[in-house]
Antibody, heavy 119, light 110 residues
């Protein structure tokens, strides 16, 4: 059974750094072709792809967030960490992590975690 | 920032057929990359509905079908049901090595 779960703060202040952890089970991030993506959704708005880390540690980021976003992995712990610097109220959103494999796009998603940016 | 354009909303009566378009560009859909679709029921997590343009994951009824041509793709729902009322998103890959989502379409069952 494949599961993913996001964890981290629910409230951050403007200019602070957000760190979210995606803890997963049922698959390995050392398997060729596998990746973990981060996606966010502001309240009432569309999905936005943030970035991905692949099994070979290759990383890709959304151009609009590239200067602020870092994604890392700890394969032994089955965790992927998202770091987003200089948070702003427009970054308020539900943040999701999801699995990507060679066969399927984002086939398993975490439950999501709502992060509010406010002073 | 959405790169794929979808109509904000579509609606239909129960039993009818509706289609949702997804328009991209020569750097994503037009470059030959697959289009996938996700459905997000109110207050829930998005779920994969269609992948590889036309393939349905296990458990998705054949009332849902996908197609792709040129720089666009479409999702069709036949025999519309009340439970189909949801937000639908297309998604693809871009030549700049990033993934892109559509703007999202709200399907309303009249």
């Amino acid at each position: 059974q494949i599961t993913l779960k996001e964890s981290g703060p629910t409230l951050v202040k403007p200019t602070q750094t957000l760190t979210l952890t995606c803890t997963f089970s049922g698959f390995s991030l050392s398997t060729s072709g596998v990746g973990v993506v981060w996606i966010r959704q502001p309240p009432g708005r569309a999905l936005e792809w943030l970035g991905i880390i692949y099994w070979n540690d290759d990383k890709r980021y959304s151009p609009s967030l590239k200067s602020r976003l870092t994604i890392t992995k700890d394969t032994s712990k089955n965790q992927v960490v998202l770091t987003l610097t200089n948070m702003d109220p427009v970054d308020t959103a539900t943040y999701y992590c999801a699995r990507r494999s060679r066969e399927y796009p984002f086939d398993y998603w975490g439950q999501g975690t709502l992060v509010t940016v406010s002073s | 920032q959405s790169v794929l354009t979808q109509p904000p909303s579509v609606s239909g009566a129960p039993g009818q057929r509706v289609t949702i378009s997804c328009t991209g560009s020569s750097s994503n859909i037009g470059a030959g990359y697959d289009v996938h679709w996700y459905r997000q029921l109110p207050g829930t997590v998005p779920r994969l509905l269609m992948y590889g343009n036309t393939k349905r994951p296990s458990g998705v009824p054949d009332r849902f079908s996908g197609s792709k041509s040129g720089t666009s793709a479409s999702l069709a729902i036949t025999g519309l049901q009340a439970e189909d009322e949801a937000d639908y998103y297309c998604q693809s890959y871009d030549s700049s090595l990033i993934y892109v989502f559509g703007t999202g379409t709200k399907v309303t069952v009249l």
